[in-house]
């Protein structure tokens, strides 16, 4: 029987990878990869040539089956294009196939994304939720999110660049009042790291480049009191300034902070 290793690689540093990874790169015969492209980039730096095999998320039964028969005949690792395998990439699916024969199966640690970005948020994570790449219809998104509402820890989800304007915007309707934490580019030349909500992420991402985590605040960290009326005037004040007034001011407010209209308009005439 053989090994199967599951390698995480580096989400953008590779001074990330571990001692550990160098070595089962340097010595395995085989190594199953997401796209050989990116990963022979990583082996020209280790300088070290494992055969290749590729590894799509969508690999059919066959492709698993040949690539079981390969691990067959010498240990094998496997490495997705960042971060740990299986972890909105592939790789569980040969590792169950790999279990399924009786092979062993043997993790080596390091970067994910979802871990790297909720190291940094000052949040307890006790537990948390992933929702790895949210649904790309507008209603489905909503829906996913809505039914994390009650996720007592942060929850955590992958975006594109392409995506992420109007994912904010769905996250401001659904949790207009909680604090979110995106990670762009972690550990990357032009990493950055935003703390807001989701309306001041939308001023703040104009232009969105790169690679993004987004960890909204858990429903547990919200304080079990109905939203202060120090965030409903800080609110007020914020959209005064951008010159919103009146009835307009009134509607933003409630629909950025989800508090009743009547004490919003309250709120707004003692802000005078
Ligand atoms: N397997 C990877 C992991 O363990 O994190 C995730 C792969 S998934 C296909 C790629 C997504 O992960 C990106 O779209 C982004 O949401 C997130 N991601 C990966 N690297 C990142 C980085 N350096 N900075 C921010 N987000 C990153």
């Not at 698993?64 to 094998?76: A, Q």
């Not at 092979?103 to 080596?108: A, E, K, N, T, Y």
């Not at 942060?154 to 990670?183: D, G, M």
């Not at 935003?194 to 001041?200: E, K, L, N, S």
Request: proline fraction near 6%; include cysteine; charge should be negative.
């Amino acid at each position: 029987m053989s090994t199967l290793y599951v390698v995480a690689t580096p989400i953008g540093n590779l001074s990330d990878l571990t001692t550990r990874a160098v070595e089962i790169l340097s010595s395995v015969p085989t190594l199953a990869a997401e796209d050989t492209r990116v990963t022979r980039k990583l082996l020209n730096h280790l300088n070290v040539s494992p055969q290749l095999e590729s590894l799509h998320e969508h690999t059919s039964p066959e492709r698993l089956e040949s690539l079981v028969h390969k691990l067959e005949t010498g240990d094998m690792a496997v490495v997705s294009d960042a971060g740990t395998p299986g972890i909105s990439d592939p790789g569980s699916s040969l590792v169950a196939a790999a279990v399924e024969a009786g092979h062993s199966v043997i993790p080596l640690p390091g970067p994910s994304a979802i871990v790297t970005a909720l190291s940094i948020t000052g949040w307890s994570f006790d537990r948390f939720l992933f929702l790895g790449f949210l649904p790309r219809k507008k209603n489905e998104q909503i829906a996913t999110l809505e039914s994390a509402a009650t996720e007592p820890g942060p929850v955590i989800a992958y975006e594109s660049p392409h995506r992420i304007k109007a994912t904010l915007a769905n996250i401001q309707k659904t949790f207009p009042e909680r604090q979110l934490v995106i990670c762009r580019e972690l550990t990357k030349l032009y990493e950055e790291t935003f703390r807001g909500t989701a309306a001041q992420a939308i001023s703040h991402f104009k232009e969105p480049r790169g690679e993004f985590v987004i960890v909204i605040e858990g429903g547990g960290n919200t304080p079990k009191e109905e939203i202060s009326d120090e965030f409903i005037m800080k609110t007020l004040e914020k959209l005064e300034t951008e010159g919103i007034q009146g009835r307009t001011l009134v509607e933003q407010t409630v629909e950025l902070t989800g508090a009743a209209k009547k004490r919003v308009y309250r709120l707004s005439l003692s802000d005078k």
